[in-house]
């Protein structure tokens, strides 16, 4: 029993992972809460769908996988030229973001719904066998992809800014824009590959879910309130944090839900939250971005 | 400046929220086909303006946009399509019937609003109601109230009778088995056919419409011989119920009886395999497509119930469905528009038996009366205790090789257990 729901709490974990980790992204650098998000996923798993229902012998999940984060890495740059970047350029205050984030997170949601809320999508099973028994436990085949495929994006998302020059830029515009542009950063560029990053992310989310569940317009925002509460946990704007908050609120989540029951477990999730918030606002790691919204 | 612009912009989003509002309430689906008819039909008293004067005026509230607008608008198209089908057929009393569709969006208070306006505005004769519990829950007073027929298929119990007295409320009514009777029906074939000892159960306690399904499996079984072992819910808005589908398969009882919409009814099929259990699955009315469409595991040793055999051409049912398939655009088979042809069915019946229409207690007394309406794959009779059918058979389904539903058996409740 033990086994299998710690693995299954972390294969839950590394989905919110990857959810966080495209909400701290861009926290950390523009200092408010991308609900658009979860719209972002969403989309993705339309856009997942569709790309692989449309050929006659189905692309593989890799395929489909490059090909959605690929277009949802557009969407996101679209998205950043209606939405934020006017609010950029005027210098607005935060709540600006927050109301433009959380405004493009119900229309995305409604658009797909007036266009394909009447019928539900779903991937087909991917894999010939549905679950392997290691150790006497069972697992989904697809929950150890999704293990898989979050952790090895986590671990070249970590690379990326931890041990290349953008990556140096992006912690370097996430600390101070201002002193960022003084040494020659160019802080636009960095802004708009951030969000090209978050979008690639939430394509990368959306495909997973979408073949884990089922595509429907409400599928990015159900998990956006965990992703949610795993950046605030792990200390918003922060990536590692986030990580680790994720796979823990992934297994709290399983073990809460096995012992009292899926009525008491949300109680719980929250309490946690409210206690991070109350003892320790700059949450696991430590680093606290200011300007929350 | 910029304080202008700011209070232009906040009062063209206030106009325009304004004016999405009254759309929603006041016209609803009118988009949608059924609306079409609506066109015509005034505001003064229920006498359509503009079409045909001579026309009775009905309603219809459903699940058009939101959550639920897969099952309301095959609902609202099967409302629309009876409405075709008696006018071809001389109408009601030689009167042909018009109908006004309107949206509750998946909502009560959408619900309330759209009940309203379709009796404070558009004074109908009749109301046929959603699929859904929620709403239809809000309007058991208002219709007493208001003396308006509803003829829905909300199959919570608590819609159509007082759970405290078991008296039927006089003007609400359900035109197919309520979830009890069906819940009824898959147990006792569990135990009599399959010979089932024990079960569990798997549902979403957030949903009326599941926990008023598993409540009664269990106290089916329990009575009969049969044991719970295991009853686990998850929440709406839930989206991983793997640490339930483990206690279930830990419990592993003879069968596991899934019992919520059909999105959900696949995860916690595929939940319930991936952790290992190979035992019976019972599934509620909701087990047909875009079930198949969505589950990723094997499906096997899985019976289901089914209210039509919508996929036997030989069945009368098969046509409405291929012509709601034909007509929207709809790439599966769809129960829901046989469920609001049914309705409908039974409405006109009420309908024909009375000299008015639009007299709210007589079509009421007539609803009570209903035997053998024309449903869509059989006679429709309401139990006059209840205000819910009596006699119908439900349907015994499982999947075939090619992934399509074969009706496999028909049970019909003893008397004692048809309530």
């Known amino acids: 029993m033990s086994l299998q729901l710690i693995v299954n709490g972390i294969s839950l974990g590394a989905v919110y992972a990857l959810i966080a980790v495209g909400f701290a992204l861009v926290f950390s650098i523009l200092k408010f809460s991308n609900f658009a998000h979860g719209g972002m996923i969403s989309a993705a798993a339309y856009i997942a769908y569709f790309f692989y229902a449309s050929f006659e012998t189905p692309p593989s999940l890799w395929v489909t996988l490059l090909f959605t984060a690929a277009v949802s890495l557009g969407v996101a740059l679209l998205l950043d030229t209606l939405c934020y970047r006017r609010i950029r350029k005027n210098n607005s205050p935060n709540i600006y973001y927050f109301v433009g984030s959380i405004t493009f997170a119900i229309l995305i949601e409604q658009i797909l719904t007036v266009f394909f809320g009447k019928t539900s999508y779903g991937f087909p099973g991917m894999f010939e066998v549905a679950s392997v028994r290691l150790l006497g436990a069972s697992f989904a085949m697809m929950d150890l992809v999704v293990l898989a495929v979050s952790i090895a994006m986590l671990a070249v998302l970590m690379l990326l800014i931890n041990r290349t020059r953008i990556g140096l830029a992006i912690r370097a515009v996430a600390i101070n824009p201002r002193a960022s542009r003084l040494m020659g950063i160019n802080s636009g560029f960095i802004v708009l590959f951030t969000f090209a990053l978050a979008g690639f992310l939430a394509g990368v989310s959306g495909t997973l879910l979408g073949i884990k569940y089922s595509v429907y317009p409400a599928l990015g925002s159900s998990m956006m309130v965990k992703g949610f509460i795993a950046s605030v946990i792990g200390g918003l704007g922060s990536l590692s944090g986030a990580i680790i908050a994720a796979i823990l609120l992934g297994v709290i989540e399983m073990v809460s839900v096995y012992f009292l029951g899926s009525s008491v477990t949300p109680a719980i999730l929250f309490g946690i939250m409210l206690v991070f918030l109350f003892l320790r606002p700059q949450g696991i790691s430590g680093k606290f971005a200011q300007d929350k919204v | ?419």
């Open chain 2, 1 to 419: 400046m910029k304080n202008k612009t700011l209070a232009g912009i906040l009062a063209a989003c206030l106009t325009f929220g304004a004016l999405a509002g009254c759309s929603a309430a006041g016209n609803g689906s009118q988009s949608d086909a059924p609306s079409q008819t609506a066109g015509a039909a005034g505001s003064n008293g229920g006498e359509p303006a503009a079409g045909n004067e001579d026309a009775i005026l009905i309603g219809t509230i459903q699940d058009l946009s939101g959550g639920a607008s897969e099952a309301g608008t095959a609902n609202a198209w099967g409302v629309e399509y009876a409405v075709r089908v008696i006018n071809e057929q001389g109408g009601v009393n030689g009167r042909p019937l018009e109908v006004i569709a309107m949206d509750c969006k998946n909502d009560v208070q959408e619900g309330v609003n759209c009940y309203r306006l379709l009796v404070d505005e558009k004074n109908v004769a009749a109301i046929v109601g959603p699929p859904l519990s929620n709403p239809a829950l809000a309007w058991v007073d208002l219709s007493t109230e208001d003396e308006m027929p509803i003829v829905g298929h909300f199959m919570d119990e608590r819609c159509t009778t007082n759970e405290n007295t078991g008296e039927p409320y006089p003007y609400m009514f359900l035109a197919e088995p309520g979830c009890a009777q069906q819940s009824y029906s898959i147990a006792a074939y569990a135990l009599e056919k399959l010979g089932i000892k024990t079960v569990g159960t798997f549902y979403n306690a957030g949903l009326s419409y599941a926990v008023m399904h598993a409540e009664p499996f269990a106290d089916y079984i329990t009575k009969n011989g049969g044991q719970v072992l295991a009853e686990e819910s998850f929440q709406t808005g839930d989206v991983d119920y793997r640490a339930q589908a483990v206690k279930l398969a830990q419990a592993n009882p003879d069968a596991v009886f899934i019992c919520n919409y059909a999105a959900d009814n696949a995860l916690c099929y595929d939940y319930l395999r991936e952790a290992g259990y190979q035992g019976i699955v019972l599934g509620n009315n909701t087990f047909q497509a875009p079930f198949n469409t969505l589950v990723k595991t094997k499906v096997y040793d899985t019976y289901f119930l089914q209210n039509v055999d919508m996929e036997n051409p030989d069945d009368p049912s098969y046509a409405i469905v291929q012509k709601y398939m034909e007509e929207t655009g709809v790439k599966y088979p769809i129960a829901n528009a046989c469920f609001g042809y049914d309705a409908t069915m039974v409405l006109a019946e009420a309908l024909k038996a009375v000299d008015d229409p639009y007299d709210g207690p007589a079509v009421a007394a007539a609803l009570v009366e209903v035997k053998d309406a024309p449903g869509a794959a059989g006679p429709i009779t309401i139990n006059p205790k209840t205000h819910r059918t009596l006699g119908m058979p439900m349907l015994i389904a499982e999947y075939d090789e090619n992934f399509s539903v074969k009706i496999i058996d028909a049970y019909t409740l003893s008397e004692e257990w048809d309530q």
